[in-house]
């Protein structure tokens, strides 16, 4: 009997550590559901839908965002990504999903919406990941490092692909901080 304790004992300190280390690991990593806001008018003819994840990197991008058009005639929309599965892709002239890239993949609503999204020439992706280019492979997307330094390089590779789909003018980001 003594034999089989010493290593049933080791088997519980590893799954514990294991545990421990998943648990720090979530806690550390994980993202924060995103508080949902508006910006001008939904009367307004151009419309775009943010879905994104709350984190200080993802809630910096969409305030870069929302201050480079907040003055043009856009409806702005920002939510959870959580909400994804029950939004209608032609309700939108241009949406953008940002998230993370979590224990080597996308979120479960991040890969079904890219599923109903694929064949939408108008949804952008940008996912963010610790080496700054994981991205789901069907579809097209930017991706980055949650760096905060490269806000700006962001914006304007996010601001290039969405303009056009919003036909709007060429964007003054000039009163964006630095």
Do not use: C
């Not at 307004?44 to 200080?56: D, H, N």
């Amino acid at each position: 009997m003594n034999k089989y304790r010493k290593p049933f004992r080791g088997l519980i300190i590893l799954l514990a550590a294991f545990l421990i280390f998943a648990v720090i690991y979530r806690v550390k990593y994980s993202m924060e559901e995103a508080s949902p806001f508006e910006v001008n008018t939904p009367d307004l003819q151009a419309r775009l839908l943010i879905a994104t994840q709350g984190s200080v990197f993802k809630n910096k991008l969409v305030g870069g965002l929302v201050d480079s058009l907040r003055n043009e005639s856009v409806y702005l929309e920002v939510r959870d990504i959580s909400v994804l599965p029950e939004i209608d892709i032609e309700d939108w002239n241009a949406i953008l999903v940002i998230h993370t890239w979590e224990y080597s993949k996308a979120p479960k609503e991040i890969n079904l919406f890219a599923s109903r999204a694929e064949a939408a020439d108008h949804v952008l992706f940008f996912t963010t990941s610790g080496s700054g280019s994981s991205t789901i492979k069907r579809i097209d997307a930017l991706s980055g490092a949650s760096n905060t330094d490269q806000i700006h390089t962001y914006l304007d590779q996010i601001l290039k692909v969405i303009k056009p789909l919003l036909d709007i003018s060429p964007i003054d980001q000039s009163h964006i901080n630095q």
